[in-house]
């Protein structure tokens, strides 16, 4: 078997869910991430490309925006560093009359909010995890259950997020092993466990602890 095969039936191991359609998410084992939904809800490009950004300008480690404080020693000085990173502030030049001549059209602009949010998946991940039970996973995120809920709820309530419940993100996930002959749970788990450490490493989801 070619590796590239795994590609010819992808479609029917991986599943994109919103509230709408939790309850539909299968059992069994799989990897899973959260997106932040791109929903254009303001006529305001600027507007729109801020709020995304705010939402993915969060550390985990310091539980709001990156920051960290250092102290530098030279051999007469001391350098009292106190650094932040912030996003620059969005310029879409000649493309904003693009955006405000879709803007005009009820249609085209709902053509692009519909592009968007299809785009949604190109994004970094907000959290990445792995589980026995993907749908009752997703429903213990969405319930509160888990310390995701509490960082990304917490966050974007302080920043004041319109779509501010994990409930209003977007459930990704893949089944992983479903049934494999002459191996113990314990190696299938191992390997799970395997995927969702390089998964990790590789897509750095914001909202993860490292």
């Known amino acids: 078997m070619r590796l590239n095969d795994v590609w010819l039936n992808v479609n029917k191991e991986i599943g994109f869910y919103t509230k709408e359609t939790f309850e539909t998410i299968p059992d069994g084992p799989g990897v899973y991430a959260w997106f932040y939904p791109l929903r254009i809800i303001t006529k305001d490009p ?7 950004n705010l ?10 925006k990156p920051s ?23 310029n879409l030049g000649n493309f904003l009359g693009i955006w405000q001549k879709a803007a005009e ?6 053509q692009l909010r519909r ?12 959290y990445v995890g792995k589980t026995v ?14 310390d995701f809920n509490k960082r990304y709820s917490s966050f974007a309530g302080k920043n004041k997020i319109k779509f ?21 749970q314990t190696d299938i788990e191992d ?20």
């Open 115 to 126: 592009i968007i949010m299809k785009a949604s998946i190109l994004m970094p991940p907000l």
């Open 68 to 90: 960290k404080k250092k102290l530098v020693e030279f051999k007469w000085e001391t350098i009292d560093l106190d650094l932040g990173i912030n996003f620059k502030e969005p």
């Open 164 to 184: 501010d419940r994990v409930e209003d993100l977007l459930f990704v996930c893949i089944k992983t092993i479903e049934e494999t002959k002459g191996e113990s």
């Open 46 to 52: 600027y507007q729109f490309i801020q709020e995304v």
């Open 105 to 110: 059209s009820e249609a085209k602009f709902d």
């Open 133 to 146: 039970q993907l749908r009752r996973r997703c429903l213990e995120h969405v319930n509160g259950n888990s």
């Open 191 to 210: 390997l799970e466990d395997l995927v969702e450490a390089i998964m990790k490493n590789l897509s750095k989801p914001i909202y993860s602890e490292k």
């Open 55 to 64: 939402i993915l300008n969060y550390d985990s480690s310091v539980n709001g």
